[in-house]
């Protein structure tokens, strides 16, 4: 199933390339912590994302130790964080406190080229999404749902001016976790050059 949405998200990704996402209402929810990068002209806070996607596995991993996801997760790991990358467009790592990666038992972290504007119509087609800023950045999140099953909150960060520039992306049990491996992983990956 999950597969099946990401094939279904890079199709709705490839037709909407260029167009604006949709986004519900501002939340008004907002990060205590203080923002990360840059500025752009509005005060935003913007992080340069043009190479992100050509980030390793190692180094999407280094984003938030071993020790964080244990404390957001409430249990150990079970294993190393491992991660995959795609050759640019995109690249990953999770976190999983269970053999196998099953909702509620992982924090995934994932940098792609489908760029903020993408995740955003992705959440909104999908469930009922909030926006929100994460350590001053912009963001969209949704909560797991039960109808349609959705069984993992996620949140998208955009980084850079423009919303098809690379954004993060974060899978976890809950919209609070999400927020808060967020506010850890935004500081670090303004230092990544």
Same mark, same amino acid.
């Given at each position: 199933m999950r597969l099946a949405r990401i094939a279904t998200a +890079?199709?709705?990704?490839a037709a909407l390339s260029g167009c604006g996402g949709m986004?519900?209402?501002?939340? $008004?929810a907002s990060s205590p912590s203080p923002s990360a990068g840059a500025s752009d002209a509005t005060g935003? !806070?913007?992080?340069?994302?043009?190479?992100? !996607?050509?980030?390793?596995?190692?180094?999407? /991993?280094?984003?938030?130790?071993?020790?964080? =996801?244990?404390t957001l997760l409430g249990s150990p790991l079970q294993q190393m964080?491992?991660? &995959? =990358? =795609?050759?640019? &467009?995109?690249?990953? /790592?999770?976190? &999983?406190?269970?053999?196998?990666?099953? +909702?509620?038992?992982y924090i995934k972290?994932?940098?792609?080229?489908? $760029?903020?504007?993408? &995740?955003?119509?992705?959440?909104?087609?999908h469930r009922? =999404?909030?926006?929100?800023?994460?350590?001053g950045f912009e963001a969209i999140g949704a909560d797991a749902?039960?109808? !349609?099953?959705?069984?993992?909150?996620v949140l998208s960060i955009k980084l850079a001016k423009e919303v098809k520039d690379p954004a993060l992306?974060?899978?976890? !049990?809950?919209?609070?976790?999400?927020?808060?491996a967020a506010v850890l992983i935004l500081a670090r990956l303004a230092a990544v050059r």
């Open positions: +890079a199709v709705i990704a986004v519900a209402p501002t939340s $008004g935003d !806070p913007v992080i340069d994302s043009a190479t992100l !996607p050509l980030l390793t596995a190692d180094q999407v /991993c280094a984003l938030m130790t071993a020790t964080e =996801a244990t964080p491992s991660g &995959q =990358a =795609a050759g640019g &467009q995109d690249t990953d /790592c999770v976190y &999983q406190d269970a053999e196998v990666v099953v +909702a509620g038992s972290v994932e940098i792609n080229r489908l $760029g903020f504007s993408g &995740q955003a119509t992705l959440i909104n087609l009922g =999404a909030h926006t929100l800023k994460v350590g749902q039960k109808d !349609p099953v959705i069984e993992e909150a992306w974060i899978e976890a !049990p809950t919209s609070t976790i999400a927020e808060q």
